[in-house]
C-alpha cells in the first residue's frame, strides 16, 4: 500500500510521541545527567530496535522509507508498546486491511435495541454515527433521537454530555483515542477526516489531546452516567461487533447501581 504525505507524518509523530513518554530508566538504559528533551533520543531507540539511527530518524521525519514488518516489530517492542497501539503502529505503516465502506443497517438489526430495552441499547458505525437506538437509551443520552446523530460529536460539543457523563474527561479522551484507532484502520476515509475536523473546530479539548496520540480499541467496562430520573448510577457496558459488518458495534448498558 503506497502512503501518502499525511499518513508519513502520522507515523513520524506517532513514533515521536512514544519515544518521548519513554524514560531512559523504563527502557533499561544507565541514568546520564540532565536532557534537553523529554524521552529517549532518537539514537538510543533505534540501538534497542536494532536498526540504523539515520534510518529511524528518516522514518520519524515522515520521509518516503518503507518498514517491514520485523522491523515494526521491534520499534514497538523497544517502545513497549500495547496491542492496540502496535496495531495502530501497523496501520500507519500502511500493512493494513483493505477499506471496506459501511453498509446500512439491515433492519432486522435495527430492531435489535429494541428488544433489549429497558437496558439502554444502540449500534454505532465506525465514526460513532448512531445507527440505532432504543428508548432507554434516548432517555440516558439526549438526542440521540435526532436525525443524523453522533455519539463522538454529543460528547465534545453538546454541554449535556458533561451532565450525563460524570467522568466526562476521562470518558472523552477514551473516546477520542478509540477514534484515533480506527482512524488509523481506514486511512482513506473521508468520513473520519471530516468528523476529527469538526471536532478540532469544535472542541479546545480534542485541539489539546489529539496531538497525543493515544489510541485504545473498542471494549467493555463500567461508567458512572446520571440518569435523569434516578440520579447518578454506576453501569457495567458491553460492546458486541456485528459479525458481517466489524465496524458496526452494539453497546448495552446493565447491571446499573447507585454511585
Not at 9 to 17: C, M, N, T, W
Request: charged share 25%; aromatic share 8%; hydrophobic share 35%.
Amino acid at each position: 500500500m503506497r502512503r501518502t504525505d499525511e499518513q508519513r507524518h502520522e507515523l513520524g509523530a506517532f513514533l515521536r510521541s512514544r519515544r518521548e513518554r519513554l524514560t531512559p530508566a523504563e527502557a533499561g538504559l544507565p541514568r546520564t545527567g540532565r536532557r534537553r528533551t523529554p524521552g529517549l533520543r532518537r539514537e538510543e531507540l533505534a540501538v534497542l530496535a536494532g536498526i540504523s539511527a539515520t534510518w529511524y530518524t528518516f522514518l520519524e521525519q515522515g520521509r518516503d522509507v518503507q518498514a517491514s514488518d520485523q522491523v515494526l516489530g521491534a520499534l514497538a517492542a523497544a517502545l513497549g508498546l500495547g496491542q492496540s497501539e502496535k496495531d495502530h503502529l501497523f496501520r500507519l505503516a500502511g500493512h493494513t486491511r483493505p477499506h471496506i465502506p459501511e453498509a446500512e443497517l439491515a433492519p432486522e438489526v435495527a430492531a435489535v435495541p429494541g428488544f433489549l430495552d429497558p437496558h439502554p441499547a444502540f449500534i454505532i458505525g465506525a465514526t460513532y454515527d448512531v445507527l440505532s437506538h432504543n428508548e432507554a437509551a434516548a432517555e440516558l443520552f439526549p438526542d440521540l433521537g435526532e436525525e443524523n446523530p453522533s455519539f463522538a460529536r454529543w460528547v465534545f460539543t453538546d454541554p449535556r454530555s458533561r451532565h450525563v457523563l460524570i467522568d466526562w474527561e476521562v470518558e472523552a479522551r477514551g473516546l477520542l483515542a478509540k477514534l484515533r484507532a480506527l482512524a488509523g484502520q481506514h486511512p482513506a476515509d473521508e468520513r473520519f477526516t471530516r468528523l476529527i475536523d469538526d471536532l478540532h473546530e469544535a472542541s479546545q479539548e480534542v485541539r489539546s489531546w489529539w496531538p497525543q496520540y493515544d489510541v485504545q480499541p473498542r471494549h467493555g467496562g463500567r461508567k458512572r452516567l446520571r440518569h435523569p430520573g434516578r440520579g447518578p448510577l454506576d453501569y457495567a457496558y458491553t460492546a458486541f461487533h456485528l459479525a458481517e459488518q466489524p465496524d458496526q458495534t452494539l453497546v448495552v448498558y446493565s447491571d446499573e447501581r447507585p454511585c
